[in-house]
C-alpha cells in the first residue's frame, strides 16, 4: 500500500517469509510519470561482486530461454557480469510490452534449431573437457530420446539467430575471441551458403555437405523474413 496527500510512495511485500519496504519519492508535479515493473518467478543470474569476471558456472544459467547469447556462444570463457540479468529482463519486457515473438511460447513449432544444426552444437556442448560443456551441463540430458541434450538452448540459439541475423563475417574476424569458435563454425557452416570465416577454423572442424546448407539457408532467411528485429 502507498500513503496519500501527495508523500513518498511505499510499497510492502513479503517473499519467502521475510518483510520489504520499497520507498519511492512523491511525483514532481501533476505531468511527472512514473513506471513500475514488477515480474514474478524471474530467474536471476547467481552473480556476487567478488566473482565478476570469472569464467560463467552452472549458476549463471537459469530460466534457459533467456540465457544471453554469448554463453551459448563462448561457453566457459563468457564472463561472470550483471549484463546476463539485464538481457534476461530485456527479454521478458519485450515479451511483456508487445505480446508476440521472439516469446518462445508463441512461437511454438514453428521457429526450431534444423536438426543438423542441433547435432553439430550437440556435438559442441557435450564434449568433455571443454570449455563448452557448462553450456551442455545446463542443458541437461533429454528425458525421451537417450544420449541426446535437452533441445531448449539449441532451440533459443537460433531463435536468437532468427531475431539479429548472423553476425558479419568480416566483424567476426576482427575479434580474436572468435578464433577456433566451435560453435559459430557449425551455425556458419549450417545457416550460411558463405563458407565460415577463416578465423573460426581450426583442425576437425568440418561443415555438412552443400545441400544441406543451401536448404538450411534458405529455411533460416524465411524465418528471417517473418520475425527479424529489422523486418
Do not use: M
Request: glycine share 12%; proline share 5%.
Amino acid at each position: 500500500g502507498g500513503g496519500g496527500g501527495g508523500g513518498d510512495l511505499r510499497v510492502c511485500y513479503g517473499v519467502a517469509g521475510q518483510a520489504f519496504v520499497l520507498r519511492l519519492p512523491a511525483l514532481a508535479g501533476p505531468t511527472s510519470h512514473r513506471l513500475w515493473v514488477k515480474l514474478g518467478d524471474f530467474g536471476t543470474a547467481d552473480v556476487a561482486e567478488t566473482t565478476l569476471g570469472d569464467p560463467i558456472g552452472l549458476e549463471q544459467f537459469t530460466t534457459l530461454e533467456n540465457t544471453p547469447i554469448e554463453q551459448l556462444l563462448l561457453g566457459a570463457c563468457a564472463r561472470q557480469s550483471f549484463a546476463a540479468d539485464t538481457w534476461a529482463l530485456g527479454l521478458s519486457l519485450l515479451h511483456l510490452f508487445t505480446g508476440c515473438c521472439p516469446y518462445e511460447e508463441l512461437l511454438g513449432e514453428r521457429v526450431t534449431c534444423p536438426e543438423e544444426l542441433c547435432l553439430g552444437l550437440e556435438k559442441v556442448w557435450a564434449r568433455e573437457d571443454s570449455e563448452y560443456r557448462v553450456v551442455g551441463d545446463a542443458a541437461g540430458w533429454d528425458e525421451e530420446e537417450e544420449g541426446r541434450l535437452d533441445r531448449t538452448l539449441a532451440d533459443t540459439l537460433y531463435r536468437y539467430l532468427v531475431l539479429f541475423g548472423l553476425p558479419h563475417a568480416d566483424e567476426v574476424s576482427r575479434v580474436q575471441a572468435w578464433t577456433g569458435n566451435s560453435v559459430l563454425f557449425a551455425v556458419y557452416g549450417h545457416l550460411s551458403p558463405l563458407d565460415p570465416p577463416a578465423i573460426l577454423k581450426k583442425r576437425g572442424h568440418r561443415r555438412p555437405a552443400r545441400a544441406v546448407t543451401s536448404q538450411l539457408a534458405a529455411g533460416f532467411l524465411e524465418h528471417r523474413s517473418l520475425w527479424g528485429l529489422e523486418c
